[in-house]
């Protein structure tokens, strides 16, 4: 299909606070030695659909433009042009930011934590809920992503769980309910792809 073109979306590798058990939120750590491998491997998956994208937009945060980057020099594309926006930063955790999870399970208890965690609309003590994190990644997306791959152009976009959920609840059209349930991988590409419409004709997740 000549008219097809390209949206990719990767979670940042691993973080180094992934790795300890914390939560992150807009706190800044960089990857750990396995986050730069998955970001390598997202990279090399990447390449081998010979995309070439004229845009990749990423976080404000280091661990998702370090991926970015990784990937760039994976597919040997260092020459586009990278925006960096806070509107894709992870979801704001708020007085969690820091706390290891099992400690913070003691303190407010298992069953607070889980709500806090996974549902919709209810955020942490000062932080963001997923609907606040959607009510800030989709507008950007929309006024600033969206109309770019609408003129046929390939983007890709290096930014964090959270962020990326958001996109994806409004791209798989998935209810409050299967957004929460979803998990997307450090590391692992999801390709759309398009033909001219704001709704993707294909999905293809690269998980292995």
Known sequence: MKNKNFLVLVRHGQSEWNAKNLFTGWKDPGLTSDGKKEAINAGSLIKQRDIQFSMMFTSDLKRAQITGQIILDGIEQTDIKVVKNQALNERNYGELSGLNKDDARKEWGEKQVHIWRRSYDVPPPGGES?????DRVLPYFNNSILPK?????????????NSLRSLVMQLDNLSKEEVVALEIPTGAPIIYSFDGNIKPIFKENLFE
Do not use: C
Not at 130 to 134: G, I, Q, V
């Open 130 to 134: 997923l609907k606040d994190t959607a």
């Open 149 to 161: 791959i609408m003129q046929g152009e390939n983007i890709l976009v290096a930014a964090h769980g």
